[in-house]
């Protein structure tokens, strides 16, 4: 019999009522609004009325490098978070909301697989509770502000070649990166070149995952800087009076959603910021609700370790002034041997037939990545987990070399059959993870807010990335100075790079040396609160492919969903 | 004392618990759902469910042509709603959500006024459900799967300069009218030449505001023709396998949205398309379901008679097989002076000193199209109910003036004051509202599916506008001729013209005779499902001014929300 697909297990959920999991998160009736059935929002007074109760373990989860595939780190998350009632213990899930432009196009969803997944998935992966749409909104008018502003005459003087702030859609739409604006006639505004942006990659979604109240949303708003004046000041979305109509379109998107896992795990998702050019961390808020709602809170981080846990780390616990007590690295035996070199995996393929085939060696030749990794959680004084996502087509001797490798390293290991036995396959590494998180946590930060931004830049490239050294272009260091002058200096870094290699070049796998990482351009995302260095090509509108998911998305006879995975 | 503003009276509003006022409409538990404190949707099951219980008496609210000012349609509709309560009748109120983009523009919300609104105004004025957003993605996803089609080899055979879809945002943003897409490198699309609607503007819209089900959607979009191939053949979303998808997306936005008035009568909500190129009527679907949850289902067209009523008869309908059995005509001494073509309102200025003065003359002498509007809602067999809508300023011998008109005409009338006074100002409305929908219902479509298009608009024109005839544009003659020749000749008709005025000409007030209809062009909604010619300028993307709503909305320091209205 062949294993059921995602949607035919969701389909057979259990699903308890979500007040029920909300009571068992302990949260207060009066903060909780149902939306539709499976769904509720907790409000944010939760953070300052559950302050007595007892604080969860918090627990990351991050990766080694992955292949293009992906390496299940929320099919892990969700696991783990299944994993420890086995154990006896309550957890919490936090998630990031899926994007739904790559949900139409060729991704998919984002709600875990197997049987460790978030449901309804077909509410996670469209709409959900529409907070997506309310950043669509909020960015959009601060936009058609800027716009307005400039037909209404300019009194701010806004240079029209150095307005950066564009358009956003959540959508794959490849046509809308670069357009111009703003033609017609003199009544249609004032023409200009520009373009759109994934909703994910908008500041906005930014700032909202990085808040921790209204009110500071209100003032990372009015912070947002929407270009330059022809003298070189910023001009700010305060500046154009905007920031309080962005907030109040965003009063409810700022209310992290409660779902469940198929096993009635509590699950609060909340926001989805970019991988690459922002934070790829859910939000400071559900993370604070969700630490005084169990014994653990498992939260998840984009991309592998040297991205999403050096900014969850380093932007997203600088804001909260949580520290995390463990960390859990996924490991996938496909993805070591893909670090080897030998092989070359393409999204949408088949697999090489070699990289199939039992071959214990691959594995080690691909263990300097997963070495590294495990570095870089450890020197944040953080206890690292390897996780072993199995994959039905996996040897026990393959599993033995990624155990061995941890083990010399001093890191916890266990292998993981969330998958395909959901929480059940998911004990081993649960007890992992909490005798991590008993070990006392010695948490701290890379650098200081105050170290000047090359520093911090250098920082990050040579003690993470293993880089020699920085370059950077004359653009970029004309704008780090000008950052440094317009008083954005004490801002933390998000390295914008590639997130298939540690360095910035896609094509090195394992941890290279030796090399230095180029910063072509810097941006500021003022009001999410970073400056972000770009290091190659950053894609922040896809597109759509030959054959877009959208193509099989449909509904069957009985009006139920086809075609949503 | 001054009077109360909205939004003061609002927050003073005794909301009942939303599920108590489904529960008073009848419907059925389980297909409600909440959406937040205030609000539910409810799943269309309950049109079949709902089938055996006593069916409404339908009343439609219409207005004499306004001023740029409006005349209160929809605070009237609430009113009304509200006013039968103070006989003992149940009513249900089924109005338009509105756009987000005037809201946050010039405009202010559309939630009625004074002791006349539906609330949480907040709530019903911003995202609501998110179905506006549903209908943008939905939209929006067909434009990129066109301009994904072109990119990836154009197998179709589109012709780039004969693509009729554009995309949409719910956003008052003038820059995005006219725009170039898909400029950059090869990857960024193909380059061509575009722009953006309002979201209110969206056929999807449209498409969503006229259907009866889900399967009867799915279809409607599979019909909607995104452009024409270089031999002259349509192309259809079902052809870009785009359809499913989108009905997929707007799986949750079928659903009608329970509200209540500040009197705790039941609002249905649903969709909001434009008035000038679209029908301008909340949905078939609330209007189904509100003719089984009370006495009276009292909905809401847009504009004058001429428009919304006259599309409420030939079109929504003639979809829903529903014959209405009155038709209110709001009517306000203010229009009626205008009408006399003495006065020049402008919205945004104060309104000129002797028009505010006591001159039943003035009233008289616009006392034309008072007629000719009873006469439209009569020739469809309807009894028209004059609502004169009260103004603290107005004085009773200008009253008395439009009661002899419309008794003249034998119309039923009655002077309203559900703005100052809520429901109990409008007991006299609806006793007559009442008497009119006892007579025995006459109802007929004003032409058959099967006339040819030209004879329809011609109907239109001049039975209902009192045109000569009309002229065509060479190609809007070729248009036309395209149509029939595509099969979509049996489309009724939705005319594309100002509001201001009966005729095509906003500066000829009353009733103009001896002009004749210019058609420039036509347009084909073949999904949502009707054609639409185009008689004069149709703005279908707003601007911002120079002072937008969006600069006075803010949070106050409790975290309510200031200067929405």
Redesign the interface.
Known sequence: MAFPSDLEIARGAKLKPIQDIAGEMGLPAHLL?????DVM?VGLGAIDELVDAPRAKYVLVSAITPTPLGEGKTTTTVGLGQGFKHLGHRATVAIRQPS?GPT?GIKGGAAGGGYSQVVPM?LLN??L??DM??V??AH??L???V??HL??GNALGLDVGEITWRRV????????????????AK????TR?TGFDITAASEVMAALALTTG??DL?ERLGRIVVGYTTGGEPVTAEQ???A??M???L??AIKPNIMQTLENTPVLVHCGPFGNIATGNSSVVADLIGLRTGDYLVTEAGFGADMGAERFFNIKCRVSGEAPDAAVLVATVRALKAHSGKFRIVAGRPLPEDLLAENPDDVHAGAANLRKQIENIRMHGVSPVVAINAFPGDFASEHAVIREIAEEMGARVAVSTHFSDGGAGAVELAEAVAEAAEEKSEFQLLYPSSAPLREKIETIATRVYGADGVSYSPAARRQLDRFERNGFGELPICMAKTHLSISSDPSLLGAPTGWTLPVREVRASVGAGFVYPICGDMRTMP??G?S????R???DAD?E?V??S
Request: hydrophobic share 45%.
């Open positions: 609004e149902p939306y539709g059935r929002k739904m139409l077909e469209l709409h509770t529409g749409h309310a669509t909104a959009n008018l936009a058609a502000m716009d307005n037909h209404q859609l959540d959508m794959n739409d490849r046509s809308l990166r670069n357009i111009v604006v703003g033609l017609g009544a249609d505004g004032v070149q209204l009110a209100r154009l009076d905007t309080g109509a907030t109040v379109l009063r409810e597109g759509l030959a877009p998911a959208a193509t998305i449909d509904l009006g969903i075609g949503l």
